[in-house]
RNA sequence: GGAGGAGUGCCUGAGCGGUUGAAAGGGACGGUCUUGAAAACCGUUAUACGGGAAACCGUAUCGUGAGUUCGAAUCUCACCUCCUCCGCCA
């Protein structure tokens, strides 16, 4: 959400992001409505105050005169709910119009309308030739019975699967080397629910605009998707110090993800699935600009260390306007290469957002002179699991004969070099 | 799921239908005093929205939402959260 009076003052600039961002949204409808609302708000005001006079008039009042005085105020109380009832209805849509104006993207964030058009900032890591016909993870994992997709679809349905053996281990110590990595920098680990009230979900940005990406319970609490919503749901309605910031937390979560859109997309393997876990980078600072560009880029180079020490070969793309979400002010998406599709394919997405999520969760610090503001919030990735990582991690390490080679950092949480055929 | 109890400002806690945005104490901040500090004393100590150039004025907020009433922190209903006990499950 942005601040009214600067949708009101600029909507040139709305105007420049939606356009950027391609969506489509009626800025002039909103301040129309702003117009009308204020207009209500002061006639009810007024009403109240002179309601407030007459009542405390009547308490000192007695006999007819106080019959006569109540009357008179019950005629008044009439015109006012009336008013109220209108300021009701236009509240709610504002509210609603409210929610749906996007954050304005930073100016270096490429023109486009796709991630097709996201510009490449930089790549790391030699993209591997192999002299054989590189295998996909699927008969990798299956070759060493890491996995069984079958067993994992009877159980669960479409996009099911089970890790076992190798699978799970590799899992397990991916996470401990994140977890070790990034505590190492000062990062707090938590573990945060992924079972959640749907204000945390409008509070981040998900509602009301995501409704068939997210699963919903019949207790009306939805599944999300990444921990930052458990993250972010932390602080909400909290006033922080500005003496702690910037916040920084690691949190691990189950997330899941409906994939409504996409269901022709990436039907085999562990490419797109409903369930899976995820670590990821949460932060919270105080409102500067420049203060979370910094973070921001920490958060990148974060990302992009862990990748390293998996020796996955990736390159770090800034996301074109189409391809921000409607809080985001700027994003990074790392894409790790998959040997098995000769490309890059998303791993990582590191975003920025201003104040829009802390002012829809009212996060807010005293700064330096004792006023209130809402502080700025930023997530990003540090490394989902198993989904993609694992694939390029198990394909880019590939040998002729199958077997897997173990990144050096990773060998001691898995407390072997590699995974080869009857090494279970 | 059943039975009870509770939710008030930064904290503790009073108020249980009418000048209560809210007593009192504590904390924090500022001042007086002091060589300095403590103590003592004095003062300040919400947020949001609307109007206004401003001083300031108005409105809303005592878990959340609705209702009763001329008037609600105070009465009614629903919901949420916490505590105690029972049941069920792990």
């Not at 009230?197 to 999300?224: H, M």
């Not at 198993?386 to 080679?405: K, V």
Request: proline content about 5%.
């Amino acid at each position: 959400m942005l601040d009214i009076k600067f949708i009101r003052e600029n909507p040139d600039i709305i105007k420049d992001a939606l356009r950027k961002k391609h969506l489509e949204f009626d800025v002039q409808n909103l301040i129309d409505t702003d117009e009308k609302r204020r207009v209500l708000i002061k006639e009810v005001d007024d009403l109240r105050a002179e309601q407030h006079t007459a009542s405390d008039a009547i308490a000192k009042l007695a006999g007819p005169e106080r019959d006569e005085a109540i009357k008179k105020v019950k005629n008044l109380k009439e015109r006012l709910g009336s008013r109220e009832e209108k300021l009701r209805t236009i509240e709610a849509l504002y509210e609603n119009l409210m929610l749906l104006v996007p954050n304005v993207p930073d100016l270096s964030v490429p023109e486009g309308e796709s991630d097709a058009d996201n510009q490449e900032v930089r790549a790391w890591g030699d993209i591997p030739k192999f002299d054989f016909t590189p295998k996909s993870h699927i008969e990798l994992m299956e070759m060493h019975d890491m996995v069984d997709f079958e067993r994992g679809a009877k159980t669960a349905g479409f996009r099911g699967y089970y890790l076992k053996n190798d699978g799970a281990l590799l899992s397990f110590a991916v996470w401990q080397l994140v977890l070790n990595m990034m505590v190492k920098k000062g990062y707090v680990p938590m573990i945060v629910p992924s079972l959640i009230k749907k204000e945390v979900f409008v509070g981040t940005g998900y509602l009301p605009q995501g409704e068939e990406d997210l699963y919903r319970t019949q207790d009306d609490l939805y599944l999300s998707g990444t921990g930052e919503v458990g993250a972010m749901g932390y602080y909400m309605g909290e006033i922080l110090e500005e003496k702690n910031f910037p916040i920084k937390m690691l949190v691990f979560s189950p997330c899941f993800r409906r994939e409504a859109g996409s269901h022709g997309k990436d039907t085999k393997g562990l490419m797109r699935v409903h369930e899976f876990y995820k670590w990821e980078q949460v932060i919270l600072s105080k409102a500067d600009h420049l203060e979370s560009v910094r973070l921001h880029e920490e958060l990148v180079t974060n990302a992009e260390e862990i990748m390293q020490a998996l020796e996955i070969p990736y390159h770090v793309v800034a996301n074109c306007g189409g391809d921000l979400g409607l809080g985001q002010v700027k994003k990074y998406d790392i894409e790790a290469w998959l040997p098995s599709e000769d490309r890059y394919r998303e791993t990582h997405s590191a975003s920025y957002f201003h104040d829009f999520q802390t002012r829809r969760l009212n996060i807010r610090y005293r700064d330096e002179e004792g006023k209130l503001r809402f502080a700025h919030s930023l997530n990003s990735t540090a490394l989902p699991m198993p989904p993609r990582p694992l694939i390029s991690l198990i394909e880019n390490h590939q040998e002729a004969d199958g077997s897997i080679r173990i990144p050096k950092a990773l060998q001691p949480y898995m407390g072997k070099e590699k995974i080869e055929k009857g090494s279970k």
